[in-house]
């Protein structure tokens, strides 16, 4: 059983359970949190993963935990690895079932005085235009064929069709495309579960916000991003929905016998992993590559359709620019310096933001001297941030938060609070909820999450990210 004595302090926001606590670490573990939030974090599994993570075959400097660190499946949620590629491997579970689930901002030039007259009818016609809630698509099916052309091409197969604008593929993470994504490595299964979700929000903590700015902290920052005080926002949080999820559930099926072949032990079945160089490894990270820009995909047309909204309330000559897009359950190569020699890896991110620094090349180039965006949501009716990447994120991969974090299971939550409750208070803040259904409201209540303050003043003061805006939700849309 872990506990708080089996911890090093390295500052009030960084704590380490050192290589010699358990003889199968090939890393130390390491957690960005405050001490409350240590103590709160042995109430599940969580830490017991993230030392399973340290024990990967090809892990490099630390296995890292996000202060939104949460029981998952195999590896905890906020959870960070970076494996070398040279003989290191590649595990499903350790990117998620959601593959690429993310987040999109776009940004009006309105206050929320101009907009507050419309803001019912606005989010009731945003609620009509994108599907919502578990399974649930749209009413045109598209063709295997153009399943493939999105898996392979993500956003930039969109933009080609007429959908979106410049921005939309510029201000993306990646621009929102994996090169070596495969279509073919991707099972008919997966595909016929996509066909109609392209432009859908699905369920769960998934959800869409108008909110306003509330707070500037970076005036500077802000400025570069476009973002000012009482300015109005949508923010979209969804993935690659059932697609990503079967791409995962495929390949899970393929690595747990392949492991056996490879040799390849692992504290946890669930960590079911192959080598990055094998057949299996490949396939897989050009199936997940394909998931994700599938995701990426949906999340351009999920951005269409609110401007759609946008326009059909407020005019035609309106319109919503893309301050970014970036993803928080993802695989990709990146280059870093680990014991004085440049090192390829690849840094399995869930439940994780990659966060760049001012300069990275990766950046889009109106960005690059401040840093990259990174858009962080908050629990449900709470708020949300954007912060700027910076260079001593370098420690954790150029890695941060992804949300809040959930401190009890949606049961429990369920059993703790009503829907009716939850959209009760949210009213008496001056929120307006649409929701396709009351249990979604109670599994995603504010009380089944962390203080989003709490986890991004971590990662702030730990330097990992800066904090740049405070977004407050005026409106909220969810499935169920």
């Known amino acids: 059983m872990i506990s708080k004595k089996d911890f090093r302090k390295i500052s009030d926001c960084l704590w380490e359970i050192p290589k010699s606590f358990r003889a199968d670490m090939k890393v130390p573990a390491r957690a960005y949190v405050s001490e409350r939030m240590l103590e709160e974090s042995f109430k599940d ?16 400097k630390y296995a890292l935990a996000m202060p939104d660190i949460h029981e998952g499946y195999a590896s905890p949620i906020g959870g960070v690895a970076a494996i070398r590629i040279s003989d290191g491997v590649i595990s499903p579970g350790v990117c998620g079932y959601d593959i690429n689930c993310g987040m999109r901002l776009l940004k009006s030039e309105h206050t929320e005085k101009d907009i507050k007259p419309y803001l019912n009818r ?65 099972s008919d299964h997966a595909k016929n579960r996509g066909r109609d979700q392209v432009g859908t929000l699905g369920s769960g903590n998934h959800f869409m916000e108008v909110q306003k700015v509330e707070e500037i902290f970076d005036k500077e920052v802000a400025g570069v991003f476009g973002l000012f005080k009482d300015q109005i926002v949508v923010m ?43 057949p299996e490894g490949q396939r ?7 998931a994700a820009n599938y995701a990426w995909a949906n999340r351009y047309m999920v951005a269409h359709y609110t401007r759609k909204a946008w326009k059909q309330v407020l005019g035609e000559k309106e319109k919503l620019e893309l301050l970014y897009d970036v993803a928080h359950n993802i695989i990709k190569k990146e280059k870093y310096k680990i014991d004085g020699k440049d090192t390829e890896v690849i840094v399995h991110r869930k439940g994780a933001t990659r966060a760049f620094p001012p300069g990275h090349p990766e950046i889009p180039r109106k960005y690059r001297e401040v840093g990259q965006p990174i858009l962080i949501p908050g629990s449900m009716g709470t ?43 949210l009213e008496s803040k001056g929120i307006i909820i649409k929701c396709q259904s009351l249990r979604g409201i109670a599994e995603e209540a504010p009380m089944a999450y962390k203080d989003v303050d709490e986890v991004v003043q971590v990662v702030h003061s730990a330097g990992l990210s800066k904090k740049v805006a405070k977004l407050v939700p005026t409106a909220v849309i969810k499935g169920e």
């Open 122 to 186: 606005l989010a009731t016609e945003i609620q009509s235009q994108i599907p919502s809630g578990l399974g649930r698509g749209r009413k045109i099916k598209l063709s295997i064929e153009q399943i493939d052309k999105i898996l392979e091409q993500g956003t930039h197969i969109l933009q080609k069709q007429g959908y979106g604008e410049k921005e939309d593929v510029e201000n993306c993470e990646a621009s929102g495309k994996l090169d070596w994504a495969d279509a073919s490595v991707v």
């Open 383 to 425: 708020a949300s941030y954007v912060l700027v990447g910076q260079k001593e994120g370098e420690e954790a991969f150029f890695s941060t938060c992804h949300g809040a974090g959930r401190t009890m299971s949606r049961h429990e939550a369920m059993r703790r609070v009503s829907g009716q409750e939850v959209v009760k208070s």
């Open 45 to 60: 599994r969580s830490i017991e993963q993230l030392v399973n993570v340290s024990t990967l075959p090809g892990i490099q």
């Open 284 to 290: 897989y990270f050009s199936a997940m590559a394909s």
């Open 236 to 278: 979209i949080h969804t993935g690659s929905r059932g697609l990503g999820h079967q791409v995962c559930t495929d390949y899970l099926r393929t690595m747990i016998p392949a492991m056996q072949r490879y040799r390849i032990k692992v504290p946890d079945r669930e960590f079911a992993c192959v080598p990055f160089s094998s």
